[in-house]
């Protein structure tokens, strides 16, 4: 799941490349930390600013932004919660139609096991071809927590301009949409596009993809002759500063359940809580389980050899960390955040290197018994927890659930039951492929400042092009959004003045760009 996790690369440069272990008592859990290789940061002047003007699409975008805007909430106005099923199968459909509209020769809901995926092809006749990865799916939402209805899609006033404020206004439909807009212009004043492009929307994305895997079967052969797989993405800080990301860690997501029955613990339905004197309780079953995977602070995972296989940064992740060092901000981002301190008091290149090489082990969610109003005295059969681990490059998902179904199993938990509901490994593309390179061109036409993150820590299911397909795979996109997966979720369509990110109308316009330099990229 793509959970944009921007973060502001580094402010001091470590060297050497070894792994050390983190200061603690020597009686204390312990976890690997990490050095970078060269004090050395990328050279981002070496790459040359992308000089072309397409002012005829330009002028076409300025004059018709009003629509483009209708389509972008035209979009977020169609609910499709995929972890509820609500809206699903209409937002596929939505989505295949602009397609038609767009004049995407193939144009067709692809059926999965789960969601369908939508795949479209745009033959321009060119002699290069861009995938496009979309998500048409969103996360739940509370509409009690926002100051304007989810999918209402209105235009509100904020502090840094005018922003549409609706789920998947920047996580990830307003990008997306935005993205077509662009095309739409330039079909409308050149007459085609300038490359093929295919597009492999994916239904589950907020699910961990689990079914993703089989829209790629269904044009496997086609997708690996591209050139190149962009993920349109807002990029961009407040201040105007661009933040491009090459990868995200891989997750596993697994609920953890446990059930009362031969270990002790009701084990058909909640009994008296005055029981609990002589019947054991599956809720502090569950809770002691969870307990036993991490040290007593949370931070450090206990599972054996849970950190094996960790690659530290390499020289051009170590370049690229360094070439950051301008642009980090931890009390910015914090602020963002409404977080008071990062674990262990870490800043700069330190919460860098944690935020990208460390496996992380998180509770979700956890529940059991009576959460409703009042008092209801009871002792619940069963109780069960929600957890996602977060993997950086070299760490399988299976054998990460391997390991800790493991080590319950020796701690006398082997009734806990864990059912893996998702999981992928990471994924990375070089900064030196020429569809990178095409695209920070585009970069330095717009913005003074660009760090590249060799990744965020986040995920996505990028790993079926970069892996799979060996494909280079580029999430980019100019424009501002903020609160993903949270309440009041926005993107930013017209800046205030003094506020440098880029408006609704240079978003797609640099987009026009990225589709000209990527046409041309090999």
Known sequence: MLKHLLILTAAVPLTACEI?????????????????????????????VYDQDHAAVYDYIDATLPDHLAAIQRWLRQ??????????????????????????????LVPTDGHPGVWGYYDAGADNTLAVYL??????????????????????????????????????????????NALEAIIAVDGKLPVNIMIAADGEEELGSPHYPQVVDAYENRLRQADGV??????????????????????????MIATGGDWGGPSKAEIH???KAIVDSPVWR???????????????????????GVRPPTQEESLLINAGIEQRDDAQLQELLSVDHWIDGKTGTDAVIELLYQPTLNIDGI?????????????????????????????????????????????????????????????????????VQAALSVFKKYASEISVQPRIAGSAPFYQFTERLGLPMVPTGMGFGTGAHAPNEIMLIEPAEGVAAAGLAQVEKAYVDFVYALAQAK
């Open 20 to 48: 050390r272990i983190a200061d603690s008592p020597d009686d204390a859990p312990r976890r690997p930390s990490y050095e970078l290789t060269t004090t050395a940061a990328y050279d981002l002047d070496a790459v040359a």
């Open 79 to 108: 609910p499709s919660i995929s972890a509820q099923n609500v809206g699903i199968q209409e937002m596929a459909e939505l989505l295949r139609q602009d397609l038609v509209d767009l004049g995407f020769a193939e144009a067709e």
């Open 135 to 180: 998500m048409y799916d969103v996360q739940p939402v509370n509409p009690d927590d926002w100051l304007s209805p989810p999918f209402d899609a209105e235009m509100i006033d904020h502090e840094l301009g005018k922003v549409l404020m609706a789920r998947g206004a920047t996580n990830q439909k307003g990008p997306q949409r935005a993205f077509l």
């Open 230 to 255: 962009l993920f349109p993405f807002n990029s961009q800080t407040p201040d105007g500063k661009i933040n491009m990301i090459l990868g995200v860690k891989g997750i596993l997501y697994v609920e």
């Open 273 to 275: 809580g005055s029981y």
């Open 286 to 308: 569950l809770v002691k389980a969870l307990d036993s995977l991490t040290s007593p602070d949370g931070n450090t995972i206990l599972v054996p050899d849970y950190y094996e």
């Open 367 to 435: 529940w059991g018994g009576y959460t409703g109003e009042g008092t209801k005295t009871i002792l619940p059969h069963q109780a069960s927890a929600k957890v996602d681990s977060r993997l950086p490059p070299d760490l399988d998902p299976d054998e990460a659930l391997a390991k800790i179904r493991r080590f319950l199993d020796q701690q006398g938990y082997g009734d806990i039951e864990i059912r893996k509901l998702g999981g992928y490994p990471a994924a990375q593309t070089s900064v030196e492929t020429p569809a």
